[in-house]
């Protein structure tokens, strides 16, 4: 092979070796005129290979480019020391094309050259710019929520905490960074807290709860709703917790206002069956009191006259009793140790009166005679009125009221069903919504299952509904079990 063609074949490779090169790449002599360049270079700056090679520096770079750079007397510099020069910036913009960014390094090589690279890296930056704008963004609004919003490692050490956690708490992000969450939470909790950072470590899923953040600094704690939700990395793997809290004060201030309003609701529905039995026994009072009043009567009948007065008055105050236990229940909303099943009992006693007006049969079906749970009695006596007054208004030609009682794992299920109307299917998914009333207009607030729902997430439980229009409708209540 001639010198020639040895010559062009290196020369092609040559080619081959500057294109295969992602980056701009330009070979410059000590006159600084451009020996060779790659495609890329060309491409970018929309010229041509004839314009480009065997021309000076000064003539294929904008001026304002050399002077703002000075890549010329880079260049000198490397000739003369022989060091690479890296990691320089330089902006240019070639006619009819955006503005672009490089980085470029300048690297001495044999036959007294050196070789411009030029790496473009605008998206990068355009990309970077873009992640700081989101990551400001998304600061601004963790910092404006109203809501507590925090993150911790895996292991539950705090480390952001926003200004509406410092606001509520009074701890400011310097007190806290770096602390338990747990330490931050009611004795009672501290446990628990622990077990759902363990839990986040592998599970995907959110969990909810409610408990007291202590605030020291005003000398006691608040009720908040909390999320705990895994923060996980690229891979899917955990690498810490975000917790959002919500203060229930106001909300627990006006769940009690509907609360009342409900009962004072149900009290009227009840009303019309207490006035019937109660009639009774006064009947049998005023008509044996009558009888006492003659002077012929035998002293065997005047004692029985008094026992049937005797035993009708106390017959009539267990009702009474039973209606005061109801209307004058505990606003405490603290969190104690209840019975279900008396909780049950007592409450089919003051509804047994209204089922029997309307021709109602009820039965209750237990697994165990006691069955306890944690919460508030005079709350979870209100869920199961509501619920069982809906029932028996849904049978007015009479029927079956079932309460059934089951315990599954560390649950407690009640199932409370009736022979009633049912629900329509396009009301199921509505009838836990706030206002939402089949009942006829002035006759209902439509406050009822929704503040039945509020209360058993509050004892976190749940409640659903199970229906076929016509054939009645079943209620499940589902608790947790101490």
């Known amino acids: 092979m001639s010198d020639n063609s040895l010559k062009k074949n290196f020369e092609v490779r040559y080619d081959m070796l500057l294109n295969a090169i992602p980056s701009s790449v330009l070979m410059v002599d000590r006159k600084l005129q451009v020996l060779s360049v790659n495609d890329n270079f060309l491409l970018k700056s929309q010229r041509s290979k004839e314009n480009t090679v065997g021309r000076p520096l000064a003539e294929v770079f904008p001026m304002v480019i050399l002077q703002s750079t000075g890549i010329e007397e880079s260049i000198r510099n490397v000739f003369r020391s022989g060091s690479a020069i890296k990691g320089q910036k330089m902006t240019y913009r070639a006619p009819g094309v955006p503005l672009r960014i490089y980085y470029y390094s300048i690297l001495p090589i044999p036959n007294d050259q050196v070789m411009l690279i030029m790496e473009d890296v605008t998206e990068q930056v355009r990309l970077s710019e873009e992640v700081r704008r989101v990551e400001r963004h998304l600061a601004s609004v963790v910092e404006s929520a109203s809501d507590i919003v925090l993150s911790t490692d895996t292991e539950g050490r705090i480390l952001t905490w926003n200004s509406a956690a410092e606001k509520l708490s009074g701890l400011s992000v310097q007190e806290v960074h770096g602390r338990y969450f747990y330490d931050l939470c009611d004795a009672n909790q501290k446990q628990v807290v622990r077990l759902i950072f363990q839990r986040m470590k592998t599970s995907n899923e959110p969990h909810t709860t409610e408990f007291h953040l202590l605030t020291p600094s005003k000398g006691g704690s608040i009720l908040i709703s909390w999320v705990f939700s895994p923060m996980l990395d690229d891979y899917g793997k955990a690498v810490g917790t975000v917790v959002v809290g919500r203060d229930l004060a106001e909300r627990r201030?006006?769940?009690?206002?509907?609360?009342?309003?409900?009962?004072?609701?149900?009290?009227?529905?009840?009303?019309?069956?207490?006035?019937?039995?109660?009639?009774?026994?006064?009947?049998?009072?005023?008509?044996?009191?009558?009888?006492?009043?003659?002077?012929?009567?035998?002293?065997?009948?005047?004692?029985?006259?008094?026992?049937?007065?005797?035993?009708?008055?106390?017959?009539?105050?267990?009702?009474?009793?039973?209606?005061?236990?109801?209307?004058?229940?505990?606003?405490?909303?603290?969190?104690?140790?209840?019975?279900?099943?008396?909780?049950?009992?007592?409450?089919?006693?003051?509804?047994?009166?209204?089922?029997?007006?309307?021709?109602?049969?009820?039965?209750?079906?237990?697994?165990?005679?006691?069955?306890?749970?944690?919460?508030?009695?005079?709350?979870?006596?209100?869920?199961?009125?509501?619920?069982?007054?809906?029932?028996?208004?849904?049978?007015?030609?009479?029927?079956?009221?079932?309460?059934?009682?089951?315990?599954?794992?560390?649950?407690?299920?009640?199932?409370?069903?009736?022979?009633?109307?049912?629900?329509?299917?396009?009301?199921?998914?509505?009838?836990?919504?706030?206002?939402?009333?089949?009942?006829?207009?002035?006759?209902?607030?439509?406050?009822?299952?929704?503040?039945?729902?509020?209360?058993?997430?509050?004892?976190?439980?749940?409640?659903?509904?199970?229906?076929?229009?016509?054939?009645?409708?079943?209620?499940?209540?589902?608790?947790?079990?101490?």
């Open 253 to 482: 201030k006006l769940e009690l206002q509907l609360r009342q309003s409900q009962k004072l609701t149900a009290l009227g529905v009840m009303a019309g069956g207490i006035a019937h039995e109660i009639r009774n026994p006064l009947a049998v009072c005023s008509s044996s009191a009558q009888f006492l009043l003659e002077n012929n009567i035998t002293v065997e009948f005047h004692k029985e006259c008094a026992r049937k007065i005797q035993a009708n008055i106390q017959k009539a105050s267990a009702i009474i009793e039973n209606l005061l236990r109801f209307a004058r229940s505990s606003l405490d909303t603290e969190m104690g140790e209840v019975d279900l099943v008396t909780v049950l009992n007592e409450t089919i006693e003051l509804v047994a009166n209204q089922a029997k007006v309307q021709k109602i049969q009820i039965q209750l079906t237990l697994q165990k005679t006691i069955i306890l749970v944690s919460g508030v009695s005079g709350l979870l006596q209100q869920v199961f009125m509501n619920i069982f007054l809906n029932a028996i208004n849904a049978m007015p030609n009479g029927g079956v009221l079932s309460i059934t009682v089951n315990m599954v794992e560390d649950r407690v299920i009640v199932r409370i069903s009736d022979t009633g109307v049912g629900i329509p299917a396009g009301d199921l998914d509505k009838i836990f919504d706030p206002f939402h009333t089949s009942s006829p207009v002035g006759q209902g607030t439509g406050l009822g299952l929704s503040i039945c729902y509020s209360i058993i997430r509050q004892h976190l439980g749940s409640i659903q509904a199970e229906s076929r229009y016509g054939q009645g409708a079943t209620i499940i209540v589902t608790l947790p079990l101490l």
